[in-house]
């Protein structure tokens, strides 16, 4: 089984994941780690320190609550994080209170699902698409 280094969200240390079913806690500090088959709150706080540390590919949704169109891509995210999970780390974005993230990737319009490999974007997407050109865009990248 391939094994995943997990940052913490708090402490920001390096953790080996190697059961991606349980649920894991930061060696250093305790702190629940974000499960890796589940879609990911992250913040200005812990943003850049996050992505540079993760050992997986990244997708980002950046979203708000009132904008429509992000609520179609929230399920298809939901479902991928599941069928990816060990090979792509999904995580959301809200732009509203999250805006020096918002503002440092240049996002004028939700939502925008960008790609981070070693904590760089690599692609971007922006709008609302459907499940299949979403996949073949994930696996095009990773
Ligand atoms: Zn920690």
Redesign the pocket.
Known sequence: MVDVIVP?P??F?KNRVVNFEKKAF?G??K?PLPSLNRVYDLSDTNFQKFLERISLPVVVDFWAPWCGPCRMVHPILDKFAEEFVGRVFFARVNVDENQMVARNFGIMSIPTLMLFKNGNSVDKIVGAYPEEYLKNWITSNI
């Open positions: 913490c708090s402490c240390s930061c250093k500090c702190s």
